[in-house]
């Protein structure tokens, strides 16, 4: 039963998963993040030219 519990990978599946997810999302926030950085600055750029 232990060398079977050894053997089984299952749990090491699912980890790489939420692994790999988990840095899909990291990447995902810093390109959104990097965007809206980027349109909020154009944005007060054409406020300020209208002011």
């Given at each position: ?5 050894l053997?089984d ?6 980890i790489?998963y ?17 965007v809206g ?8 750029y ?6």
């Amino acid at each position: 039963m232990f060398a079977r519990f050894l053997k089984d990978e299952s749990g090491a599946t699912a980890i790489e998963y939420g692994l790999i997810a988990a840095l899909i999302a990291v990447a995902i926030i810093g390109g959104v993040t990097a965007v809206g950085n980027a349109t909020n600055a154009k944005f007060n750029y054409v406020a300020g030219k209208l002011a």
